[in-house]
């Protein structure tokens, strides 16, 4: 008789996101339901009790106590507008479609969390959903000042001065990642110590 397989509380909740992602018949509706509602606030960026995602904030470093700050950011979709040159030259070379932005958009979101919560950095970020409008990431921020994030030996490196201004840098997990500091051996020469650095070369 096979002993029966018993899942911790946190690996059912990321299968439970997964299959929603995923767009299980069974899930599909929770996400369509849960998109409804931050099609409903008013404001971009808005700061929640708890992460939606728990069991993928806690991977990121998420912890329930005090110092913790999680927000929702909705950002529109798309590489921006471009507008259509005046003068006359071949269709392919107007530059309007298949256009990218140089920073991704979960780095701009991370930005746009960091100047609202100014007494906070950010720690890190995940996408929570999107429609055919915006995409939504959730934040997590830590206060630097907080006594408690002081003396957690977990992350209170994150409270260090080098570390001011994580978002705004690009010193966070999507912050190297929207820089090309994922990649490493052949064919990444131009992108260290900074795509500025070798004229936007390594991208």
């Known amino acids: 008789m096979r002993k029966p397989v018993f899942m911790s509380a946190i690996n059912a909740i990321q ?6 992602f995923a767009g299980d018949p069974a899930f599909k509706h929770l996400y369509k339901q849960r998109l409804m509602g931050f099609r409903k606030e008013k404001k971009s960026v808005v700061r929640i009790e708890k992460p939606t995602n728990i069991a993928r904030a806690r991977r990121l470093g998420y912890k329930a106590k005090k110092g ?3 927000a929702r950011v909705k950002m529109r979709r798309g590489s921006g507008l471009h507008p259509r040159p005046v003068s006359g030259r071949k269709p392919k070379r107007m530059g309007v479609k298949k256009l990218t932005r140089k920073k991704s958009i979960q780095s701009m979101a991370e930005s746009k969390a960091s100047k ?5 950095e950010v720690l890190n970020s995940y996408w929570i959903g999107e429609d055919g409008k915006n995409k939504y990431f959730e934040i997590i921020l830590v206060d630097t000042h907080a006594p408690e994030i002081k003396s957690d030996k977990d992350v209170n490196w994150i409270c260090s001065e080098k570390h001011r ?8 997990s999507q912050g190297n990642k929207s820089r090309g500091l994922r990649k490493k051996g052949k064919g990444t020469e131009k992108t ?8 936007r070369k390594g991208k």
């Not at 299968?15 to 929603?20: D, I, S």
């Not at 201004?165 to 966070?172: K, Q, V, Y």
């Open 15 to 20: 299968e439970t996101f997964e299959k929603e």
């Open 68 to 70: 913790f700050v999680v």
């Open 116 to 120: 609202k919560f100014k007494n906070c």
């Open 165 to 172: 201004g994580r978002a705004e840098r690009g010193l966070t």
């Open 192 to 199: 260290r110590p900074s795509l500025k650095a070798n004229s």
